[in-house]
């Protein structure tokens, strides 16, 4: 089954769904925005993804809820994943701050048709990285960026290992960001920023179940 590249480049948070499973499934591996993690409760953003080669798609990014892990704010993270071999997977993680980094400590997806399942420890990415663009890139200065959203006043960060830039705006959440262009010319645009945003995923998780990602029930 073909495979879908990697199409954000690594900044900041780092998702990686069922990365096994979805190897060979031809899942497309959803990495998150760099910007700046500051989320709000209810709130979010959705994004034009364009990729050299690839039709534009729509991606929007959600804060469902908050938490604790072992005494550290925890909050989840809803997104869609579309266009899989499945149809489209609405996926939430649980991205825990300590200490001025991110890591997942849990991965829930779920599928049409099929109950919400929780992955395996070992597929949640527990790297850690910084909660702000800043700490791994160089600030280019303010500039006002507009978009289908609005106009914003940013701050224009070029990472420093050459990955690409962001413009970011702290009236933007979850990630401030309000455009990203990388080096292989993919693009992030923000469309409008979301409020008053629920949870899609409402049912108790079952375990991960391989045989549903291959489209074969398991039910």
């Given at each position: 089954m073909k495979s879908l590249k990697h199409t954000l480049a690594t900044a900041s948070l780092v998702f990686v769904?069922?990365?096994a499973a979805g190897a060979q499934?031809?899942?497309?591996?959803?990495?998150?925005?760099?910007?700046?993690?500051?989320?709000?409760v209810g709130q979010g953003a959705l994004y034009e993804k364009a990729d050299s080669g690839s039709p534009k798609r729509n991606v929007e990014f959600n804060v469902?809820?908050?938490?604790?892990?072992?005494?550290?704010?925890?909050?989840?993270?809803?997104?869609?994943?579309?266009?899989?071999?499945m149809g489209e997977v609405v996926s939430k993680i649980q991205v825990v701050v300590d200490n001025?980094?991110?890591?997942?400590?849990?991965?829930?997806v779920q599928m049409a048709g099929?109950?919400?399942?929780?992955m395996p420890a070992a597929m949640s990415s527990k790297a850690q990285t910084p909660v702000e663009i800043k700490d791994k890139a160089d600030d280019l200065g303010s500039e006002s960026v507009t978009t289908p959203a609005g106009t914003f006043s940013c701050e224009h960060y070029r990472a420093k290992d050459g990955s690409g830039d962001s413009w970011v705006s702290d009236k933007v959440t979850?990630?401030?960001?309000?455009?990203?262009?990388?080096?292989?010319?993919?693009?992030?645009?923000?469309?409008k920023t979301t409020s008053g945003v629920t949870d899609k995923i409402t049912a108790a998780p079952v375990?991960?179940?391989?045989m549903i990602f291959m489209g074969r029930g398991g039910r």
């Open positions: 769904m069922a990365a499934m031809g899942m497309r591996q959803t990495q998150l925005p760099r910007g700046v993690f500051r989320p709000v469902v809820a908050k938490d604790s892990v072992n005494g550290k704010d925890a909050y989840w993270l809803e997104f869609n994943i579309p266009d899989t071999p001025g980094v991110t890591y997942t400590a849990r991965t829930i099929n109950p919400p399942m929780e979850p990630f401030g960001l309000v455009k990203s262009v990388d080096k292989d010319g993919s693009t992030l645009t923000l469309l375990p991960f179940n391989p």
